[in-house]
């Protein structure tokens, strides 16, 4: 069993800052996808960025709502996932989760709200 364990969420002004930060324990495959999606009111979970490990690691991939805004990194030591967000909008506004997948099973954490005034 994998536990995820995100923070870094917050309320923000637009062009603000932010990082969230995701912690997976437990039992991890070296072989595996860690990365970022997000859910607003009344619309799907959707892809933000996420970042491949193992021997083509470090792979990201973005939504194009993000790219050139978002950066996504990894701490393999750790086993950590991070999500650096620059010029935040307000429809970023989201509950962001963390999601960690392997051939074997796909885990989420339970959610950190990111709220964008404008």
């Known amino acids: 069993q994998v536990q995820l364990v995100e923070s870094g969420g917050g309320l923000v002004q637009a062009g603000g800052s932010l990082r969230l930060s995701c912690a997976a324990s437990?039992?991890?495959?070296?072989?595996?996808?860690m990365g970022w999606y997000r859910q607003a009111p009344g619309l799907q979970r959707e892809l933000v960025a996420v970042?491949?490990?193992?021997?083509?690691?470090?792979?990201?991939n973005y939504a194009d709502s993000v790219k050139g805004r978002f950066t996504i990194s990894r701490d393999n030591a750790r086993n950590t996932v991070y999500l650096d967000m620059n010029s935040l909008k307000p429809e970023d506004t989201a509950v962001y989760y963390c999601n960690l997948r392997t051939p074997v099973y796909n885990s989420w954490g339970q959610g950190t709200q990111v709220t964008v005034s404008s």
């Open positions: 437990g039992n991890i495959f070296s072989i595996n996808t």
């Open positions: 970042i491949t490990r193992g021997a083509r690691g470090g792979l990201t």
